[in-house]
Every structure is written in C-alpha cells, then in structure tokens.
C-alpha cells in the first residue's frame, strides 16, 4: 500500500492521518528529524488555523502533540494495527 498515493494524485497530510485514524493503524513518520511511530488518535485545530495530530507512542502511555508543519516523510504501517487505549476516569457517587 502506498499511503502518499490517493486517486493517482498525491494525499496531504490529513487524508494520510485521517485514513489511518480511521482505520485504526499505526503511522511512521519524522518529526523535528527524529524517527516516530505512534497510534494516532485525532486532528486538531488550533484558534490560529494551524493543525496538529495527536497520538500515543509506542514509547510511552501519554498523548503526544505533533505540529503538522514539523512532520515529514509520512507512511501507514498497514500491517500494524491499534485498539484505542484512552482511560476513562472513575465514576464515583
């Protein structure tokens, strides 16, 4: 699967995360020139109208932010799927 190819056209980078959210796979990419492999979880938009992913490393327990303009070089890891793993918090009466 190419992930960057998307009716013969190239995809941006919110199709490619929009579609691995979707399908609930991992994504590798570079980010500040450093190698991530995450489990991506939404898209936000900030008040300023710049976007950023959020997602859970393989790495760590937390959720991570990503400004879309640090990302690069973008692949959906096809063959690694995710279950969502967000805590809910106790309810108490």
């Known amino acids: 699967m190419d992930a960057l190819n998307f009716k013969g056209n190239k995809m941006i980078k919110s199709e ?6 979707t399908n609930r796979m991992k994504v590798r990419f570079y980010y ?3 190698e991530e492999v995450l489990d991506p979880y939404f898209i936000f938009i900030e ?3 710049t976007k950023a992913l959020y997602g859970r490393s393989n790495l760590g327990r937390k959720m991570k932010k990503f400004d879309f303009e640090k990302i690069a070089n973008i692949r959906i890891l096809p063959s690694e799927s995710f279950i969502p793993n967000i805590p809910l918090s106790p309810i108490y009466n």
């Open 16 to 21: 490619i995360f929009e579609q691995a959210i």
């Open 32 to 34: 500040n020139l450093n």
């Open 47 to 49: 008040e300023d109208g």
